[in-house]
């Protein structure tokens, strides 16, 4: 069943601001809206996921959504809420981004059927590499004043930031007729009568629909969604590692699951409309079992797996629930030997190491498995005492000073986790 677009963003907490006539223009025909994706990686990252849910959203609606990648934008660098330049990229480059991006997209929106409003990919680079720099003056920017351009908060809060030393070059100022454009000719080549994008784009989305109106004689639409933001003030998209990726090899299933798992209460509520396609029916019910039982943290597991199952796979949120209650599970030795190595770093990441030889480890007996060998325990009186309380484990299971370790042992083939009660684990290496 096709939903009325906007009032899905309503009730989601998804709409900041639209231009009037949007809802009428809606309801006239199937039309075409676009947002546009930065190509100077070869994957999105979570930052990204909201406008992909305003397209996802958009052609579950029945209309058309545009992706624009842009591989000429993306060369300059927008102004909007940055406080440097982005360095050029190569055509190459930019291509294989956008391929990898596509890839990415197509979790969410339909590329291949050739149902009427199917999603189509653009890229920017294709039309401007051919305009000249007097072509473009002559052509786009006679017709918006510096004036107009000056205005918009994007250009002015750069300007004026006292943090920003270099000021703004002439590249940047321009970024908004370049976006501009691009709405100009997606409207005049695939009819593309809306742009939609973060509050921050505002301006640089008027700027287009001032160009349409000027140069194409037409009518082009803006909406807005909100910025992101965490419940206790940090970025939302960032962990400690940096961005949240999309792709797997930058950031694991497993720690892409642990990001949403470990949302507050107050963020998963927000977060659970903005980044699934649960019904309203389905989040109210949700949220009411999750306040009755907050410690089960039922909103966060759902919104967890629900997201985790659109970017990576079910398979790949399995194995991520799974080793996420690992360190609780009863069969701990069999279900941590279905994890990949990978997972299983990211399960013990900041837990000490120490790397011995296959040599050695064949004749590595408790003490100096605690102790000589690895320096978990400070002595080997120290390992001693500990095995006599009855507080040494190795790999969960409780072992004494007569237990001898053998290849049986290793998990992924390599590596043997000890422990000292509940609290200390240590992990050994075998190179």
Not at 24 to 53: C, K, Q, W
Request: with cysteine.
């Amino acid at each position: 069943m096709k939903t009325n677009f906007v009032d899905e963003l309503k009730w989601r907490g998804m709409l900041h601001d639209s231009m009037p006539g949007l809802e009428e223009h809606l309801s006239e025909a199937m039309r075409s809206a676009y947002v546009g994706f930065d190509p100077t990686a070869d994957s999105l990252h979570i930052g990204n996921l909201v406008p992909i849910m305003l397209l996802a959203h958009y052609q579950r609606s029945g209309h058309r959504p545009v992706a624009l990648v842009g591989g000429a934008t993306g060369m300059i660098g927008d102004p909007s809420g940055k406080s440097s330049e982005r360095n050029l990229l190569d055509e190459k480059t930019l291509r294989h981004n956008q391929e990898a991006i596509k890839n990415q997209l197509a979790h969410f929106l339909d590329f291949e059927s050739d149902a009427q409003n199917a999603a189509i990919l653009v890229n920017n680079y294709d039309w401007m590499k051919e305009f000249s720099f007097l072509e473009f003056i002559r052509d786009v920017g006679k017709h918006i004043t510096v004036n107009y351009m000056m205005a918009k908060d994007s250009v002015k809060n750069r300007i004026s930031s006292e943090s920003t030393s270099e000021g703004m070059s002439f590249t940047e100022f321009t970024y908004q007729l370049v976006q501009g454009y691009d709405f100009l000719h997606l409207y005049k080549a695939n009819d593309c009568t809306i742009q939609m994008g973060g509050s921050d784009q505002w301006g640089n989305i008027t700027t287009g629909t001032e160009l349409i109106r000027r140069i194409g004689n037409g009518k082009g639409f803006a909406i807005t969604c909100p910025l992101i933001t965490k419940s206790d003030g940090s970025k939302f998209g960032k962990s400690e590692g940096g961005n949240v990726w999309l792709d797997a090899e930058r950031t694991s299933p497993y720690k892409f699951y642990q990001y949403w798992l470990n949302s507050s209460d107050e963020d998963a509520e927000k977060y659970i409309k903005i980044f699934t396609f649960l019904s309203q029916s389905d989040i109210e019910s949700l949220v009411e079992s999750h306040k009755e039982a907050p410690h089960q943290r039922q909103l966060q597991r759902r919104l967890a797996e629900e997201i985790t199952k659109m970017v990576h796979s079910e398979e790949e949120f399995e194995n991520a629930e799974r080793a996420s209650n690992i360190l609780f599970s009863k069969s701990f030795k069999e279900d941590i030997a279905t994890l990949n190595e990978r997972t299983f770093l990211d399960v013990f990441e900041g837990v000490p190491q120490a790397e011995i030889t296959t040599l050695d480890f064949e004749s590595l007996d408790m003490i100096g498995a605690l102790s000589a060998q690895t320096n978990f325990l400070a002595s080997n009186g120290e390992a001693r005492r500990a095995l006599k309380e009855n507080s040494i484990s190795v790999n969960k299971e409780k072992v004494k000073e007569d237990y001898q370790l053998t290849s049986k042992d290793l998990i992924n083939d390599r590596y043997i986790i000890l422990n000292r009660g509940k609290k200390s684990t240590y992990i050994i290496k075998v190179v």
